[in-house]
């Protein structure tokens, strides 16, 4: 298995818990203010791990054309929409290897 084809989401779940999971996910679905699919919540959480690994927004949106090639993904717009839950799941990721 490609690593990029993994779900960070289950794996973020694994490490933090169910509840903080369904509290991020419930966040990512109030910044939308429609339906999401569990699709677009694995790219929110693609999206918060690679940034938080320092890549810049182009090298992102290349990873995320690679791993969802049906998808149009505009980085920059993704993350001013989901600024919140993006920063709670870094802030987890930070809390994580401290």
Sequence with gaps: ???????????????????VFNQIKNQIIQECFKQVSNEYIETI?????????GLSNSIIKQ?????????QINVQEIQNIHKKSI???QKYLQLSIL
């Design 87 to 89: 920063y709670y799941i």
């Design 45 to 53: 959480f693609k999206i918060a791990y690679l940034n938080f690994w």
């Design 1 to 19: 298995m490609d690593f990029l084809d993994m779900n960070f989401n289950e794996l973020f779940m694994k490490k933090h818990g169910k509840k």
């Design 63 to 71: 990873i995320i054309k690679d791993v969802l090639p049906n998808q």
